[in-house]
């Protein structure tokens, strides 16, 4: 989802598309919320010298692996496509189409299977004779 919003910002601003962007950060997914983890923990640690110096160890393989996968995946052919920028029109006209989509399938009835059901009545009860 999130490739599918940045998608026209990225050709408008960069002139390019990638075809591999999904695979490539499906591969490094699992070290961003470590690098933060680890960012966060060495900021208030700068006071004492050593620590943060064994936090950043850790911090700079994962970063490693993160540019590594990224250059691989970056430079296998046919892994992005140089294109014009897209129009201001055309933009919104997309973004249009794409929370439209969006509404329209997060509907309940486009998922019947997930909408609240409601427990069957009990039968009525039978009027007593006169």
């Known amino acids: 989802a999130a490739q599918a919003g940045a998608m026209p910002l990225v050709a408008y601003y960069f002139h390019d ?3 591999i962007g999904v695979v490539a ?3 490094v997914v699992w070290t961003v919320p470590l690098l933060l983890a680890l960012g966060f923990l060495a900021v208030p640690l700068q006071a004492v010298p050593v620590l943060p110096l ?9 970063l490693a692996i993160l540019t590594g996968v ?7 052919p046919c892994a992005s496509l140089n294109v014009p920028a897209p129009s201001i029109p055309l933009m919104c006209a997309y973004y ?14 486009a998922h019947p299977l997930l909408e ?4 069957d009545a009990p039968p009525p009860k039978p009027k007593p004779a006169p």
């Open 54 to 62: 064994l936090l950043y160890l850790p911090v700079n393989a994962l």
């Open 96 to 109: 249009t189409l794409l929370w439209g989509g969006a509404i329209y399938y997060a509907r309940p009835a």
């Open 116 to 119: 609240p059901t409601l427990p």
């Open 17 to 19: 598309l990638s075809f």
């Open 70 to 76: 990224m250059h691989a995946c970056a430079g296998l």
């Open 25 to 27: 950060n499906t591969l």
